[in-house]
């Protein structure tokens, strides 16, 4: 049994087959984040994040018992966000790509970092990936939803960077809060983003005020019309 590496089951499975946590909790405070409850963690709580125990040790672990064995590519991260604050002091993130490409896997990277991300481009090459989750466009609405994470336009710029070292670079549009500034998102960036996934807005009971058959086929339209490669996550597909 792997101890640090692992399969997402459910909603999580649609980004990547295999993930890798490093932190417990994130200091981002995102309000639509629905890790607090799926940790079993208050937000006050999850929101004091800190490294988890021994998950370098735990990874070089994983990584001989898997015994040429390929889960690939591994994704950073699902319950955490691999750049928030305290990367910069810890460096996991940095630790953690090294030890995955000397055992010759490829790692995707979703982070609302921005330019913490930055720094750890140069360990990226063909096959790996590098993303971000894009919820808005507006810095007053990203700083009352997402008040720790780095501003759209810094994770634009990251992104941006990523794809002209040539990293494949991706987009998560998930959750779609305000439908028309997910649109705008696809419209500014779809020159520098290779993969847009986009879903729904889960666990709010606001979120059924939103026309998700309108905005689903909104969306497709205009994937297809500016010719990008994309992925509608099962909880949107349905409404179209």
Same mark, same amino acid.
């Given at each position: 049994?792997?101890?640090? +590496?692992?399969?997402?089951? =459910?909603?999580? #499975? !649609?980004?990547?087959?295999?993930? $890798? ?5 994130? *200091? ?80 995707? +990277?979703?982070?609302?970092? =921005?330019?913490? #991300? !930055?720094?750890?481009?140069?360990? $990226? ?5 590098? *993303? ?109």
């Amino acid at each position: 049994m792997l101890k640090a +590496i692992y399969q997402p089951r =459910g909603r999580a #499975a !649609e980004y990547c087959p295999w993930a $890798l946590n490093l932190y417990q909790g994130c *200091g981002h405070g995102c309000l639509y984040c629905y890790a607090p409850a799926a940790t079993y963690k208050s937000r006050e709580k999850f929101s004091q994040a800190r490294p988890r125990p021994d998950i370098i040790d735990k990874l070089s672990w994983d990584l001989q018992a898997l015994n040429g064995s390929k889960p690939d590519p591994i994704l950073l991260c699902f319950t955490c966000d691999p750049y928030q604050a305290i990367d910069v002091e810890y460096k996991l993130t940095r630790q953690a790509i090294e030890l995955l490409k000397q055992g010759g896997l490829h790692v995707s +990277i979703l982070s609302k970092g =921005g330019q913490r #991300a !930055e720094r750890d481009l140069d360990l $990226l090459g063909e096959g790996d990936q590098f *993303g971000a989750t894009l919820t808005f466009l507006d810095d007053k609405d990203s700083l009352e939803w997402e008040p720790g994470a780095a501003l759209p336009g810094e994770r634009l710029a990251a992104l941006r960077k990523a794809h002209d070292m040539g990293i494949k670079t991706w987009a998560s549009l998930e959750p779609v809060i305000d439908p028309e500034q997910s649109l705008e998102i696809i419209r500014t960036a779809h020159s520098y983003i290779d993969l847009f996934k986009v879903g729904v807005w889960n666990y709010d009971v606001r979120a059924k005020a939103i026309d998700w058959h309108r905005f689903g086929h909104q969306v497709v339209g205009l994937l297809r019309e500016l010719d990008c490669e994309y992925y509608i996550k099962e909880d949107l597909r349905k409404w179209l």
